[in-house]
């Protein structure tokens, strides 16, 4: 079955770069995404990478695709505490011929930034 | 609208009671999706339509939940008998068309069950 694995949890300083790691178990997967939610809000999306794509850079965000070793991460760069938040890594079966089409989400790791 | 609408933004509720929430998707998408997210279960994918059909039921976490979607725009997911392990967010997104599509997401109902 489909699975994202996520670490719950990353602490890093004000300033320095966040990298956000994330696993999935389906090989079909087309599409990968990073959704942000801050507390008591909806899932924000911030970027998703096609899956034949290594990398995509937007911003201070930069996404790396290792589709061999199936892991995706999130990089932020330049952390500011506007940061702090949930990152839900999530893969789409869209385009494998079967499925509902939903998402597939991880459990979602809370960043947290220390002054 | 801009985004994704849904109400109530809160709904608290006794055990046993029916409840209704509603989706606004984002005008023009004909994909339309529900999610719930708790504590225990993360995020978990339920039903999505396309337009107002609605393909694969078998993500409903029982029979107490129905879903129906009309005019191609807002949805509801109703929730019959509610029980205190349905409380949750329920997230509602949307999408151009299904299949591929970024799916873009509304601010939730927090659901209570007491």
């Known amino acids: 079955g489909e699975d994202v694995e996520q670490s719950l949890f990353l602490s890093v300083r004000e300033g320095d770069s966040s990298v956000i790691n994330c696993t999935y178990t389906?090989?079909?997967?087309?599409?990968l995404y990073w959704y942000k939610q801050e507390p008591g809000a909806g899932l924000q999306l911030l970027t998703y990478?096609?899956?034949?794509?290594d990398m995509k850079q937007d911003q201070r965000l930069t996404v790396l695709l290792n589709k061999k070793d199936k892991h995706l991460s999130l990089r932020i760069a330049d952390t500011q505490t506007g940061d702090s938040a949930i990152y839900f890594c999530?893969?789409?079966?869209?385009?494998?011929?079967?499925?509902?089409?939903?998402?597939?989400f991880g459990k979602g790791t809370h960043l947290i930034i220390q002054p | 609208g801009a985004g994704v609408s849904q109400s109530p933004s809160n709904k608290v509720t006794e055990k046993g009671k029916d409840v209704e929430l509603r989706c606004d998707p984002i005008?023009?998408?004909?994909?339309l999706y529900w999610y719930r997210q708790s504590l225990g279960q993360g995020l978990e994918f339920l039903i999505y339509?396309?337009?107002?059909?609605?393909?694969?039921k078998s993500g409903l976490p029982s029979d107490r939940f129905s879903a129906e979607r009309t005019g191609g725009s807002v949805s509801t997911l109703t929730i019959q008998r509610t029980q205190q392990e349905d409380s949750a967010v329920y997230l509602c997104?949307?999408?151009?068309?299904?299949?591929?599509?970024?799916?873009?997401f509304g601010p939730g109902t927090r659901l209570l069950v007491l």
């Open positions: 990478i096609f899956s034949n794509m």
């Open positions: 999530a893969e789409s079966m869209s385009g494998s011929g079967g499925g509902a089409d939903g998402l597939t």
């Open positions: 997104a949307s999408s151009l068309v299904v299949g591929g599509e970024t799916q873009y």
């Open positions: 005008s023009g998408h004909t994909a």
């Open positions: 389906d090989s079909s997967s087309t599409y």
């Open positions: 339509f396309q337009g107002n059909s609605a393909p694969d």
